[in-house]
């Protein structure tokens, strides 16, 4: 387990820089391996040192570039995978470890293709203000046909911040999942408007 100070969600690249040892030693063992780890986000404390408490919802990581440097330290790219849920966690020896299950993605329903445009649109509003108030964002993108991986997509884009990534990964149904995120996006817009509001260069 790679407990970190940002939320790795489905479908999303993170690159990582690994010095400590103990997450040396983790690299090395799933380099060896499968190639995957598990990533939850940190609830309290930081990423280096240990005695960090650890949220229970987070992503299975699949490593899809490594390059390791002579003193020993790894540069990773990551995907996420699937989500998981930790049942119980390891006494800490070399590095983290825990007990955990694959959690299943929900059913869209009927509803999926109505929800993953009002999402795209949502979306769109959001990085349309972004760019406006100074912030690179890419427009050109276009989100996946599957409502569920789409919604992901969305969120790994949006501006948003590591606790309302998690919350969408704590999330199970994918109606709620929808609401959380349109939730988040509308937050987001309010914000970058104001900031534009401020700087007197709304149209």
């Known amino acids: 387990m790679f407990p970190l100070g940002t939320a790795l969600l489905p479908g999303a690249m993170l690159p990582l820089h690994v010095f400590e ?12 391996r499968e190639g995957t780890f598990g990533v939850v986000l940190i609830e ?5 040192g240990g005695g960090d408490r650890r949220f229970e919802v987070g992503t299975l990581a699949r490593i899809v570039e490594a390059g390791r440097f002579p003193d ?6 990551v995907t996420g995978v699937h989500r998981l849920r930790v049942q119980a966690w390891r006494d800490d020896t070399v590095y983290p470890s825990a007990v955990v299950e694959v ?11 109505s929800a993953r445009r009002r999402v795209a649109e949502a979306l769109e509003r959001v990085l349309t203000a972004a760019v406006a108030a100074g912030f ?11 409502p569920v991986a789409a919604v992901w997509a969305a969120a790994a884009r949006a501006p948003i911040g590591p606790l309302d990534a998690h919350r969408l990964l704590a999330t199970d149904g994918f109606a709620p999942r929808v609401d959380a995120l349109l939730a988040a996006l509308e937050d987001a817009e309010v914000v970058l408007r104001h900031r534009l509001d401020d700087d007197g260069s709304l149209a």
Request: overall charge negative; hydrophobic content about 35%.
């Open 21 to 32: 040892d103990r997450y040396r030693a983790l690299v090395e063992r799933c380099l060896e």
């Open 136 to 146: 690179d964002a890419d427009l050109t993108a276009v989100l996946p046909d599957d």
């Open 103 to 113: 959690l299943d993605e929900p059913d869209p329903g009927p509803d999926g293709a």
């Open 44 to 48: 309290r404390g930081s990423e280096v």
């Open 72 to 77: 020993g330290r790894y540069a990773l790219v």
